[in-house]
């Protein structure tokens, strides 16, 4: 019931992803359709080219969608924030199974007709258009079923980077440990891949009765395209320059943050692009900069460790002011905090630290030979991560380092899977799954106090910008904090209502 109850209320928002998925997965195949058959083609006239094209088509789909995702993403034209990128993943790993089934499509033509036409004094592009590709039709849409099959899968990792798509609420319950909502993305899109193997394979039977010419491909590419412009306009409706894009990155705090930046632009009248549970730093970052995004919430410690690489001290206003002037020298702005400083916390099992009387990092040497660490992957790769934890405490664990998603260390520490891991200080979860802070006794956390940083072309091209955001400094305390995660991990809240609630509450 409460799936169905989800679907119900956010029927709109559903409906919207729904038509951006499907969209994404008919312009990717419909290009690996453009490349792929052509290229097939040339394999079947050209042996050793189409080897290497096969050979580069299998290793690029070799590669995991999210490490091409990662890879394309700062390539000019391609990459960037948004659909983009996305169809070029999509693409690329749709275009492979094109290629072999046309190619085995026309290999598999009787050899006897290919004489007869050429007796009949057929060319060579004849013989293909009217011979050898219906004949191979079969093989041919063989392949497009199973590219577009990939394609409806593939596509949900799409909300990584913004581009929408029923992954946005798969990612959206990954990060609240959220069954409902996983589900409310899942189902839908195991059924929409159903549904386009359905409906090609009625296709294809239809296909068989029927001559193919030059100038009916021609009226159904026409149709085609014009209906994939159609919804793609309806599923990425285009925004103006005045609209402030604002992302966040893929926990549930962040979320949130975004949710409240959002709404706090839109009670100034401004238009705002939600691009929200992106990658983490390194991806907000990275489109902040190239402009993909106006606005995303960061933290002064990871700012200026992770992000500029630099060493920082444990005062609070010295690395604000720190990472405010690395900023300005990038063209983005660090505004005034929000109020509450989400430092890491060194957690453990609280059944683990009362039995065996663990209260600081420090106290993890008696244990840590026989104890499995988990960690997120973010935090495993940062300067002020893992590896300094380790030598500023001199942890040497028995066992690697388990790396996990960000969203699931903590329930994964309560169900034993770990043993001690790293998690946020304003986290719900700490208190709900009986977890236990350690004392960072040697201090090794910098501060990490919640900016808005934004791009200061953005700031000057809307001074609204700079008056929402001046608003919300200083109004969120770390008790806060802690209340709008429990709202929404703990109690599972809808993040748009728990943040308008919050910004209702202080206009009282």
Same mark, same amino acid.
């Given at each position: ?8 209320? #956010? ?9 951006? #998925? ?7 195949? %419909?290009?690996?359709? !453009? ?14 080219? +189409? ?93 497009? &079923? ?6 409806? +899968? ?20 990954? %990060?609240? $440990? ?20 359905? +409906? ?25 395209? $014009? ?7 309806? !599923? ?18 962040? $979320? ?52 500029? #690489?630099?060493? @920082?001290?444990?005062?609070? &206003? ?46 993890? &040497?008696? @244990? ?29 664990? +028995? ?20 043993? @001690? ?39 000057? &091209? ?16 770390? %008790? ?17 209502? $728990? ?10």
């Amino acid at each position: 019931m409460r799936l169905f109850d989800f679907w119900l209320t #956010h029927r709109g928002e559903m409906a919207a992803l729904l038509l951006q #998925h499907a969209v994404l997965v008919i312009v990717s195949t %419909s290009i690996a359709i !453009a490349l792929g058959v052509p290229a097939g083609v040339l394999a079947s006239r050209r042996p050793s080219i +189409g080897r290497w094209m096969l050979g580069i088509a299998s290793v690029a789909q070799t590669v995991p969608s999210l490490a091409l995702l990662g890879f394309l993403l700062p390539i000019p034209l391609i990459g960037g924030l948004g659909p983009r990128t996305a169809l070029a993943t999509l693409t690329i790993y749709a275009v492979l199974p094109i290629i072999r089934t046309t190619l085995s499509g026309i290999r598999q033509v009787d050899r006897a007709v290919i004489e007869a036409g050429v007796a009949m004094g057929m060319t060579s592009r004849q013989l293909l258009w009217l011979v050898e590709l219906p004949l191979a039709l079969p093989s041919i849409f063989s392949g497009i &079923r199973v590219a577009t099959v990939i394609g409806v +899968g593939t596509a949900t990792i799409a909300a990584a980077i913004g581009a929408g798509g029923l992954g946005e609420y798969i990612f959206r319950g990954l %990060s609240m $440990v959220d069954t409902t909502t996983i589900l409310a993305g899942a189902i839908p899109a195991a059924a929409l891949a159903l549904a386009a193997d359905g +409906g090609l394979a009625w296709i294809e039977r239809r296909l068989k009765h029927v001559r193919l010419t030059t100038a009916l491909v021609g009226r159904l590419a026409g149709t085609a395209l $014009v209906l994939v412009g159609l919804a793609s306009g309806a !599923a990425y409706a285009r925004m103006d320059d005045d609209t402030i894009v604002v992302g966040s990155k893929n926990f549930t705090e962040q $979320v949130i943050l975004g949710e409240l930046v959002a709404q706090a632009l839109e009670t100034e009248g401004l238009r705002v692009d939600r691009k929200l549970n992106l990658g983490g730093t390194f991806v907000c970052d990275r489109a902040l900069r190239s402009g993909d995004l106006d606005v995303y919430i960061e933290y002064t410690g990871t700012a200026v460790t992770a992000v500029f #690489h630099e060493q @920082v001290s444990n005062d609070s &206003r010295q690395v604000f002011e720190r990472a405010r002037e690395l900023y300005a020298r990038n063209g983005l702005t660090a505004l005034n905090p929000l109020g509450f400083n989400n430092t890491f916390t060194i957690l453990v099992r609280g059944r683990d630290a009362r039995t065996l009387g663990l209260k600081t990092v420090s106290d993890l &040497r008696a @244990v840590m030979e026989s104890w499995t660490p988990g960690f997120g992957y973010e935090f495993l790769q940062r300067d002020d991560g893992y590896r300094g934890l380790t030598q500023a405490y001199a942890l040497r664990f +028995g066992n690697d380092p388990r790396a996990m998603d960000v969203s699931l260390i903590y329930r994964a520490l309560a169900d034993g899977q770990i043993d @001690v891991t790293a998690g946020d200080a304003t986290s719900a979860l700490i208190h709900a799954l009986d977890l236990a802070p350690l004392d960072d006794d040697r201090r090794y956390f910098p501060p990490y106090d919640a900016v808005p940083v934004v791009r200061t072309a953005s700031l000057l &091209r809307q001074p609204a910008v700079g008056r929402a955001l001046a608003a919300l400094a200083g109004r969120v305390s770390d %008790s806060d904090m802690r209340a709008l995660n429990a709202a929404v991990d703990i109690d599972r809240r809808d993040v748009r209502t $728990v943040a308008r609630e919050f910004l209702q509450g202080l206009k009282r």
